[in-house]
């Protein structure tokens, strides 16, 4: 949370942070947030349809389907390179829905012909090199489902004493 | 005199509770729902909601529980 005091007129950010572990098939969450305005509690929702095999996804196949940009030396990693397949026989434009502005930058094609593999890249913004953070970016295919992708994009620090940033988020799914 | 100036300060106290009283704190989310579509396992991902404040009293988030 950004702030737990809200004036009047005012907004906060709420960051959910989903760890998918182990599960399969379509999962669905709802963290339950109390305030001072008192019952009945708001929710928000999150749905994730949750695959064991990445490598096997339809309309598209993305590789890595994981993306690390982690820095344990002093070589700077500061861009991640993924390619999308488009396995299907329709052309399929692709929309950015959310990743982490503040962060980083998703570079992606507009959209993608049939049977044609592209790549694309995530570059790290300059204020984030020294910052440790497991976020991700969420697509939206233009197939007849609307077809969702989240990719989760993972960055790990060292600094000088071997230790690494840490951050207080709500960790859904433990 | 003294009795109306009393009476006065009578309402504008009364006023002043019953404003307290009726005013008080809302929580808006705009897009409470979001769906991630495919994700692997074994990951961590991440959305942001907005809280929107939109009563007439300051709100405070006193606790975000798992679900």
Sequence with gaps: ?174 | MKQFKLLMCFFVVLWILAGTAWSAPRLTIPDADFNFGFVPQHSKISHDFWLLSTGDDELKILKVVPG
């Design chain 1, 1 to 174: 949370m950004e702030k737990t005091v809200i004036a009047v007129g005012d907004s906060s950010k709420l960051e959910i942070i989903f760890n998918t572990k182990t599960y399969k098939s379509k999962v669905t969450k709802r963290p339950k947030i109390q305030t001072n305005e008192g019952p009945p509690d708001k929710r928000v929702s999150i749905t994730a349809t949750i695959t064991p095999r990445p490598d096997s996804t339809y309309p598209i196949r993305i590789k890595p389907y994981k993306l690390d940009m982690s820095q344990l030396s002093d070589k700077v990693i500061d861009k991640a390179e993924f390619t999308i397949s488009n396995i299907s026989e329709e052309k399929l434009d692709v929309e950015m829905i959310t990743f982490s502005k503040e962060l980083f930058d998703v570079e992606l094609p507009e959209s993608i012909g049939p049977g044609k593999t592209i790549k694309a890249v995530v570059k790290l913004k300059k204020d984030a090199t020294d910052k440790s953070f497991e976020k991700s970016f969420t697509i939206e295919l233009s197939d007849q489902y609307k077809s969702r992708f989240t990719v989760p994009v993972k960055r790990i620090v060292r600094n000088s004493t071997g230790k690494q940033a840490s951050t207080r988020k709500l960790d859904i799914g433990k």
